[in-house]
């Protein structure tokens, strides 16, 4: 059985690291830096906090994540994901409490790796992930409209609707000089990869911004004008007294960072597995974000995840190990001691803009717009999960989403779940088993055949075989070769069954059934009661032994 916890950097050196392998690692990390530099930024303001949150979010968690985790090319940092739910911790809880539930937080996503959860939240329905995560994207998209217009609005309310009417008010208050660099820093994002594929356009559209507005062609509103001057170093650690009403006060969010964080950051991981051929240690992996988060909460950053966008970026630049996720992080340490103080020139409108872009990458909505197309079960649970995580809560709609999938889903089982009789002459049409078909049955010989996993969605479907006319018959064989599994509420209702048969003094022959089922079969009795002898692998056999028996 793989540890529970054991980093891929020290595998990574067990197996031989190379010089040519490091020099692209070195490459690799450095162009991911300057990638993860105007997105932590931009992060960590559109989240309500000021801008050297995420830079120290980014080196922090990035360090640890890199060092720690159980993926070669993992990198981790402030990630779109968490702009609104930072957001909703800080207007209901302060800064403090983003600090405290962002260290819960970690602590839960170790709890996670020990308890080895990882394989579990992978399991997470894809629909339901594409439902909060397109909500998200609507959320940060409308949070960024002030910006980007330049509208005169004051704070922004929390709730959704509330906002919208907000924004649609302030209209009249419209800077076209702030909209201007909006749009040049949209175009700069997207177009620039089509002149430079190393430098992210991102980046370039915070240069042409910053260089605007310090030269005093326009005039917006500004980093340095909104949070002053950004510091150009880290702050001691502090860990702050945390007491058990704290606990119980901040263990929602709490659980919504670290449920969202674990989401995301096995996502990434399996995304990058698939670009590198690797294999991530999703416990490993949870067990490192939840030191990270630990680790940014101390600093006073706030919560990190794995980062799909610059994850993708650090694998196509030739990133294989987690050194290069290392250097990312000492790049971002040396731009934030060195030219940090050249960030308080962009335009908040720019970075808008870039979060716009982000918003955009972030909807899916073509994917969206696929599973609306496909199948009802999925539509809902994607609707119903984009809805609650707009006009509702995160938390919420994670909560509904996975039980209304877990419901879907055993509708969806319970539907292809069949307890039914086969009784008299038998056709090719009516019985996909030719054998079936041509073996004749024993006068005294009453079929029936369970299909898919007999489980408590199902339990019903055992009380149709009491209506049938198996009264007349001496002998019932059941045939299971298609029951993958059975629960204790399906245990239950077939020794019911079963009990029913041996009181009309029938008896009963058990064929096709399956190791794992039998070891429940006979751990519930239900061997015993039929008689081992009286369960047989093949159906042709269990036919031949009743035809001989009858002679």
Known sequence: MEPIFYPKLISTFKKGYTREQFLRDVMAGAIVG?????????FAIASGVSPEKGLITAIIAGFLVSVLGGSRVQIGGPTGAFVVIVAGIIAGYGLDGLIISTIMAGFMMIGFGLLRMGVVIKYIPYPLTVGFTSGIALLIFVSQLKDFFGLS?????VDFVSKIKVLASSVHTLNWQALLLAVISVLLTIYWKKISSRIPG???????????????????ETIGSKFGEIPNKISLPVFPTITWDLIVKHVGPAFTIALLGSIESLLSAVVSDGMIGSRHRSNTELIAQGIANIGSGIFGGIPATGAIARTATNVKNGGRTPVAGVVHVIVLLIIMLFAGKWAKLIPLSVLAGVLVVVAYNMSEWRTFVSILKGSKYDAAVLLTTFVLTVVVDLTVAIQ????????LFMKRMSDVSMVK???????VEEHDDVSMVNLKLPSNCSVFEITGPMFFGVASKFKELSTTDSDRYDIVIIRMRRVPMIDATGLYNFKELLQ???????????TGVNKSVFAELERYGIIDMVGEENVIDLFDDAVRMLKAAEA
Request: hydrophobic share 65%; aromatic share 4%; net charge positive.
């Open 34 to 42: 300057v990638v993860a530099l105007p997105l932590a930024i931009a």
């Open 153 to 157: 609005t004051g704070d922004l309310p």
């Open 202 to 220: 991102s980046l370039i559209a915070l240069i042409v911004g910053g260089v605007l507005a310090s030269i005093g062609i326009f005039e917006v």
């Open 400 to 407: 509904v989403g996975v039980i209304l999938a877990a419901l």
């Open 421 to 427: 009789p086969l009784v008299g002459d038998l056709t």
């Open 500 to 510: 029913r048969f041996k009181v009309q003094k029938k008896r009963i022959v058990l």
